[in-house]
């Protein structure tokens, strides 16, 4: 079928991209799909740091490609073998599929599946197939006119319609409106993940969150309903610090203060016991963990560019006790996760419509790629409507 999608031919276009428009949206081919495969019609997507860090290179992906792994849909087509989804049922995207069979499947750590790690990084669904197609003569892989497209982390949802794999999607009450469901795909799996599976925080802890973007905030409204006695915020941007004291922020410091260190280990007299990093750079993760007590936990999940190197005090591992753990997708459990933090978001405990920043259209994402750069959004969503 041919369907509408933003392409990224080329990484490290410069900013503004509003000008240097490194997404091109345009008309592709969908194949339909195979065995284990769904068709969805998607409903809403959202940006992430994750589609800016393919933009602007610093997570390199197989070119061309199209972007796009936070989103809530609608099935539409199913393949064979898919019983347990009928048509009509809303689903949000995992940007890891799990294969069920690896021995992280195996052992109940889904987001470290080896298979799903694999076809993602080639650009592929589940299995090693693509079913993206270029048209119009426009270059595809190998610079072949009509050439196959690859799929951003198995979704590939900045576009009117996606073929998935099963595994990547997981179904939800579909009375949940498709822009507040698409941030369940990414910001809140990977966010609330972080505190409630990687830190497994305890109630009346000390927390500290080191970024604010939909990921971060994420975190801070999973350490309030985790019962933290202490909750404090760390960004450069002090609009974000205010709607973090809104969100359940104790204590909030901007990040630019060359004495930041010092004032938040005053503040929690001596550091915190839990510190995420949700930035995605070396400085905020060392100021995460210089921010982390004697004997904490410091989680980071912010995704630097894989060159990027961090210089470790190793000694305060052993003689402070510290432990330092990296989380993906939040360390989730999709199936069980999804459903739970939804619950958790209908009953009051995590208020992610407060995230929602923007609705937008697929034709204006350059220029939302401006503001997620600068900071200036949290969550920006894209209604295909």
């Not at 809303?90 to 599946?113: E, I, K, N, Q």
């Not at 298979?115 to 595809?140: D, F, H, I, M, Q």
Request: aromatic share 4%; proline share 5%; net charge neutral.
């Amino acid at each position: 079928m041919r369907i509408r999608a933003a392409v990224l031919r080329q990484m490290g276009l410069p900013m503004p991209y509003g000008q240097s428009r490194p997404l091109s949206v345009e008309e592709v081919d969908l194949a339909g799909p195979g065995a284990g495969e769904l068709l969805v019609r998607i409903r809403a997507a959202g940006l992430c740091h994750s589609d800016l860090s393919a933009i602007n290179g610093d997570r390199p992906w197989p070119m061309p490609i199209v972007l796009g792994h936070e989103a809530a849909a609608e099935v539409v087509g199913l393949g064979p073998g898919v019983t347990d989804l009928a048509l009509g049922d809303h689903v949000v995207l995992v940007f890891r599929p799990s294969c069920g069979s690896c021995m992280s499947c195996a052992t109940g750590r889904p987001a470290l599946c080896g298979p799903g790690g694999e076809s993602n990084g080639t650009g592929s669904l589940l299995g090693g197939y693509k079913r993206l197609r270029a048209v119009g003569g426009a270059a595809g892989i190998a610079g072949e006119p009509g050439g196959v497209l690859n799929h951003h982390l198995g979704c590939a949802a900045f576009a009117e319609y996606a073929t998935v794999s099963r595994r990547s999607a997981v179904r939800i009450d579909p009375d949940l409106p498709w822009d507040e469901a698409a941030l369940f795909g990414c910001a809140v799996l990977t966010g609330a993940g972080a505190v409630f599976n990687t830190a497994r925080m305890e109630a009346g802890s000390s927390a500290a969150v080191v970024g604010l973007g939909g990921v971060g905030f994420s975190s801070l409204l999973a350490a309030a309903a985790a019962g933290a006695r202490t909750v404090v915020a760390v960004d450069l941007l002090d609009a974000k610090l205010a709607l973090a004291r809104e969100l359940g922020a104790t204590h909030t410091f901007n990040a630019s203060d060359p004495d930041v260190i010092e004032k938040v280990r005053e503040a929690t007299g001596g550091g915190v016991e839990y510190a995420f990093e949700m930035a995605g750079s070396v400085r905020a993760l060392d100021l995460a963990y210089r921010i982390t007590a004697r004997g904490g936990t410091t989680v980071t999940a912010g995704l630097p560019n894989p060159a990027a190197k961090w210089e470790l005090q190793a000694v305060s591992l052993i003689a402070e006790e510290r432990t330092l753990k990296g989380s993906y997708v939040g360390s989730c459990v999709p199936a069980r996760d999804v459903p739970r933090y939804v619950a958790m978001y209908r009953a009051g405990r995590l208020p992610v419509d407060r995230l929602l920043s923007e609705r937008i259209r697929l034709d204006d994402i350059n220029e939302a790629l401006d503001r997620l750069a600068r900071g200036d959004s949290i969550r920006q969503v894209i209604m295909m409507d």
